[in-house]
């Protein structure tokens, strides 16, 4: 038995053909906007474990993240390759990566003079994870799981709190690794998902269970329980910045 041969969504959060103006649509899905939250998120636990917390540098530290990862990174990825396959002209996609990095270099730059020149190395390995990562540059070397968790996941801790205090202590660390681990499990599920929904062609086979039990196999029966898991992990990741955000606020 096999599935369709019918083309999947290119990502769970794609939306349907026909709701809406393929132009918003393909924005949409170049920000994916779920990973995007559940990386600014790592920003908001970085700035919240620090023993000093500044809303305002929150703030800023939040929308520089959303330019670089959200806006930027995306645009350089489906530059590369065009993965999701949208209709976005390259030169807008480039306009947009070098727009949105220049505006979160430009928000460092602000912050250097608040928080000191400790930052100019955060900026810096920001703009080179961003770029090579996402066009693959040095031959592909650091377009991996290992890149992929440490620049999206321990990154945006370690800055976050650098940002509120000027110096990375123990909490820092313990915060980049939790936040490194999770990515890799972000990653291990979201890299299969994305296997099915734009590489598989059909599935084939069935599950036979020792009752007797036959369950067909297919695409979306894969997928079910990797998608679900990434959600709920989305969720469960903004809830817990949510709370630590609204407790440090409280205690001020």
């Not at 959060?13 to 924005?27: P, Q």
């Not at 590369?80 to 480039?94: D, E, M, Y």
Request: hydrophobic share 50%; net charge positive.
């Amino acid at each position: 038995m096999s599935d369709p041969l019918e083309p999947l969504r290119p990502a769970f959060y794609a939306r349907r053909s026909g709701s809406g103006s393929r132009r918003l649509s393909d924005w949409w899905l170049v920000l994916h906007p779920p990973y995007t939250l559940w990386h600014l998120t790592y920003v908001a636990i970085g700035a919240t474990i620090s023993p000093r917390f500044d809303g305002g540098r929150l703030a800023a530290t939040l929308f520089a993240f959303f330019l670089g990862v959200g806006v930027a990174a995306h645009a350089l990825d489906e530059l590369h390759g065009r993965p999701l396959k949208t209709a976005i002209p390259g030169w807008l996609l480039v306009a947009a990566a070098a727009t949105s990095l220049t505006g979160a270099g430009a928000l460092g730059v602000i912050g250097i003079g608040r928080v000191g020149g400790g930052l100019a190395v955060f900026i810096v390995v920001g703009i080179v994870l961003t770029c090579a990562y996402n066009l693959e540059l040095f031959g592909g070397r650091l377009h991996n799981d290992i890149t992929f968790a440490a620049a999206w996941g321990a990154f945006p801790v370690l800055t976050a709190y650098y940002a509120q205090t000027a110096t990375i202590r123990f909490p820092a660390v313990a915060g980049a690794v939790a936040a490194y681990w999770l990515s890799r499990a972000q990653r291990s599920l979201s890299r299969p998902a994305r296997d099915l929904r734009r590489r598989v062609a059909a599935t084939d086979g069935t599950i036979t269970y020792r009752n007797g039990t036959r369950i067909p196999l297919s695409t979306t029966a894969l997928l079910e329980p990797l998608e679900t898991a990434l959600t709920m992990m989305s969720y469960a990741v903004v809830a817990l910045a949510v709370a630590l955000v609204a407790y440090r606020l409280s205690t001020r």
